[in-house]
């Protein structure tokens, strides 16, 4: 309460002098002012007060317009007036400027104090309620802040993880070694020029990355066959999308990357596995990724030919557009230039022999 200042505004020197030692005697630091002139010089010169007690009828000046004046100076500080007036059609205008509370002179003793420690009760629960308002606003934000950093943390473990398992598919099939990454860099290149961003590029890069990790359920007679593969293991190789789809599908967060695995050997023209979908049916990370992992299947070495140019694969892509391939995405693939993908291509290749070597 020591804090608590009160601006006392009335023009008869005896009233002025009662209020403020019963005031005074109840703890409230005060102001005084003579007229209405000086009360609005005072709230505007002086630290901010915690009410305002002010005489309605002023010699010499208007009592609605010294409110109105008050209430714009000090629109948060609560007013009470104080009048010998009765006059109920003035109480309910003052009312409607924003007075708080009104007193009839003369003053009873109970009356004044009662009114003015409910009036600072009120204005103590206002403050009070601003207070928990932002500290609730600060501890929100600080555990939203909190929370975001530690699925953040969860999810780069959990990319990490992944990242692990798609390196230790390429060791398994060394006849696709370095694939994942150049097939998921290619991809995220050609999303964002198709304008996805954010947690669009997340979702493909992962359903890329991880596209034949159903590859890890085949038996190695098969996935690691040196010949031709006959229509039996034709036919469980093709297993690899669904047992990779039902192998992602579990993990929450990875629900729809598992679409991407699901589809990924899907034709736009409706001849691929293993559901034959058709045009944008199938998802739209798929159908970007189908271009992807043609350009590297292309432009990579394999044990029964060289590596061919990414202008040979530019050629068979534009050709197989609307039937293998997504024309829309041929579209935005053919207006990239073959240099971004060589880029890729040897950035990839640099930090697999800088992660070799660091491993020896």
Known sequence: MAEERILIVDDEPYARSAIAAILEKEGYRLGVAFNSSDGIARLEKDSPYDLILADIVLNGSDGMGMIEKMRATAPDTPLILMTAVRDLNAAIAAMRL???????????????????????????????????????????????????????????????????????????????????????????????????????????????????????????????????????????????????????????????????????????????????????AIVLGARIFAVADALDAITSDRPYRRANTFEAARREILRCSGTQFDPEVVKVYDNLPDKLWEDLQNEIRHHARVASLSAK
């Open 98 to 280: 924003g007075v708080s509370d009104y007193l009839l002179k003369p003053l009873e003793l109970e009356q004044l104090l009662d009114t003015v420690n409910r009036a600072m009760e009120r204005r103590r629960a206002a403050r009070q309620s601003v207070i928990d308002k932002q500290n609730l606003e600060e501890l929100v934000t600080a555990r939203t802040d909190l929370l975001r950093a530690a699925i953040a943390d969860l999810e780069q473990a959990y990319d990490i993880t992944l990242e692990a398992l798609g390196d230790a598919l390429d060791l398994k099939d060394a006849e696709t070694e370095g694939h994942s990454r150049r097939v998921t860099a290619y991809t995220i290149a050609l999303a964002r020029a198709m304008g996805l961003k954010g947690e669009e590029i997340r979702v493909v890069s992962r359903g890329a990355f991880l596209h034949d990790i159903g590859k890890m359920a085949i038996p190695d007679a098969i996935l690691l066959k040196p010949g031709k593969l006959d229509r039996q293991e034709q036919l469980m190789m093709r297993e690899h999308c669904v047992r990779g789809y039902r192998i992602l599908k579990k993990i929450p967060f990875l629900q729809d990357a598992a679409e991407i695995v699901y589809s990924h050997q899907e034709h736009f023209d409706g001849s691929g596995y293993p559901r034959g979908l058709k045009g944008e």
